[in-house]
């Protein structure tokens, strides 16, 4: 497969340091805010203004509502009150018609708050008949926003959003000095009637309030703003340099110690103090330069170990032979013997070796078929008969019923030979090894155990005897039985298949190798689920 060189992919990918890239994102972060500011501050500053004003409105002509209705005799005190704190110039009218012609006559009206207010300075009988009828036609209220830079500009008859002056009849003058301090106020009539509709007394309530002019702050906020941009864009520039300073020293100091991992120098220091997830980086390195150590120094261990065991058959293959033609009267058969198991030796650890790397390559994978197991346990012992006869060993088999397993059978065949090969090996003085098949009814599996009555394994040792080349006693009988390969066979072809594994065992009582497997079918045709 193709791979990119480094200098390839780095023409593909442009590289941009940590801090132009926070930079970029606080930069975009700050304009944002910005827009935002500038949007709700400074643009609609004027429509948030005129909607709060509209609010203290409809809070006073309620109250004077409810003041009218309720109890009338407090009405000038109530008047006083909300003039005084929505600074607004308010009248109340009670209204009264003798045939056709209608009068207002003023119940009670606050002081002139903003001298010259259109209800104090400004207000005749036209303009008042035309807020009434404007009033009742639109549903009791209304409400106009009079430019006094734009007096005789068209009106509306809008309640709410009513922002320009009605058309007719045009509103009295203003003074002039007045346009310096405010240029809009605001003006809202509401006809009310109280004790019922027919029959009862209807009141016209004016409140005029100053809409305080915007402008300056408007320009006061702008140049403010400007600042604040400015502020923010430094902040965000030093902060970016902070962080990216923050982030890229253990990182760059993690490359360092990486390059000098990659050159095979494995104490490299990744330790470095920074954020969660360049401390957790830097954890994994560790572990990886401890087990790319450690894999270096099995590696060296293995050929060291393969060479001696190598060294050791050839070394006798070669002296045995020399024996053998220089002197006459040794070309004996048990000196022809010595080479033939010499050579046997051989062949076996070299088989080992490469059955274990195509395990470990993934290169020799279990070809799974349904079998007794029962009969390929029985099947191995034959297989030992001429050890038993010659030698005295014992080899004991107790098998409680018949079962089928899926598996690779010469694979399983080879995991029973290794365990039965070195219970032979490692037994004590009674020369017996036991294999015993049990069906565990609960889990519907089965398991085979090897037991054997020799010097048993320290438990500190347990875990690493099935590792590659390991072997308890280095030098003990390491010549004379097996490859050093047997159990990390066992275990990979194990593994390979699922299945579980372990040994007990006791100093000076002996071991008890064991694997379980999934029972496809036992003796009398059950299933698992059925057993
Ligand atoms: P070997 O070829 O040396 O037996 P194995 O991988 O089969 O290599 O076993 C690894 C080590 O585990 C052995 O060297 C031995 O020390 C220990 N071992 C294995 N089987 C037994 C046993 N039945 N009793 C005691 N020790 C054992």
């Given amino acids: 497969m193709h791979r990119p060189s480094p200098e390839t992919s780095h023409c593909r990918r442009p590289r941009i340091s940590i801090s132009w890239k926070l930079f970029a994102y606080l930069t975009l972060f700050t304009t944002f805010i910005l827009i935002v500011v500038w949007v709700f501050q400074i643009g609609l500053l004027n429509y948030f203004y005129r909607q709060s004003k509209y609010r203290e409105l409809d809070d006073a002509e309620k109250s004077l509502s409810q003041v009218l209705e309720q109890s009338p005799d407090q009405l000038e005190e109530r008047i006083g009150q909300l003039s005084d704190k929505y600074v607004a110039c308010i009248r109340v009218y009670r209204l009264r018609w003798t045939g056709n012609r209608g009068y207002a006559e003023t119940l009670a009206t606050s002081p002139d708050v903003s001298s010259g207010c259109l209800i104090h300075s400004s207000m005749n009988e036209t303009y008042l008949t035309y ?45 002039t000095w007045r346009r310096l301090l405010s240029s809009e106020t605001v003006l809202r009539a509401n ?38 941009a400015v502020i923010l864009l430094c902040g965000a520039v030093t902060l970016a340099i902070l962080i990216s300073r923050n982030i890229s020293v253990p990182i760059e100091k993690m490359n360092t110690a990486a390059k000098r991992l990659a050159k095979g120098d494995y104490n490299a220091d990744f330790v470095v103090n920074g954020y969660r997830e360049v401390m957790e980086l830097s954890d994994s390195l560790t572990q990886a330069a401890d087990a790319l150590s450690q894999n270096d120094t099995l590696q060296k261990e293995l050929i060291a170990n393969i060479s001696h065991d190598l060294r050791t058959p050839l070394t006798m293959i070669v002296g045995y032979s020399e024996v053998m033609r220089d002197i006459p009267g040794e070309n004996t058969p048990e000196n022809v ?50 050890l038993t006869e010659r030698d005295g060993y014992r080899i004991e088999i107790d098998i409680d019923q018949d079962v089928d397993v899926r598996a690779d059978r010469t694979m399983l065949l080879q995991v029973i030979y290794n365990l039965i090969n070195n219970a032979v090996n490692y037994t004590g003085e009674d020369k017996l090894v ?3 098949q049990r069906t565990l009814r609960d889990s519907g599996k089965v398991r085979i155990s090897v037991t054997d009555s020799g010097e048993g394994i320290a438990p500190d040792q347990i875990p690493l005897i099935w590792d590659r080349y390991y072997k308890v006693d280095k030098v003990h009988r390491r010549a004379m039985i097996g490859t050093g390969l047997g159990l990390s066979i066992v275990k990979q072809i194990l593994e390979a298949h699922q299945a579980t594994y372990g040994v007990e065992s006791k100093q000076g009582k002996g071991s008890t190798f064991w694997f379980e497997m999934n029972i496809v079918r036992d003796g009398r045709g059950n299933t698992p689920g059925s057993v």
């Fill in 434 to 436: 036991r294999v015993t």
């Fill in 337 to 386: 013997q010595v080479i033939i198991d010499e050579t046997k030796r051989l062949s076996d650890l070299v088989n080992d070796l490469l059955d274990l790397s195509k395990l470990q390559a993934g290169t020799r994978k279990p070809k799974p078929e349904v079998f007794s197991l029962s009969d390929t346990v029985r099947s191995v012992m034959s297989r030992y008969s001429k």
């Fill in 191 to 228: 006809v009310i009637t109280t004790g019922g509709d027919s029959g009862g007394t209807v009141y016209m309530i004016l409140i005029n309030a100053e809409m305080v002019p915007l402008n300056a702050t408007v320009q006061t906020l702008k140049t403010q703003f400007w600042v604040i």
């Fill in 131 to 175: 807020l009434y009828k404007q009033a009742v036609g639109n549903g009791g209220e209304y409400t106009v926003l009079v430019s006094r830079d734009d007096q005789d500009d068209s009106g509306s008859s809008n309640s709410n959003n009513a922002y320009t002056l009605p058309s007719r009849p045009s509103l009295p003058g203003v003074p």
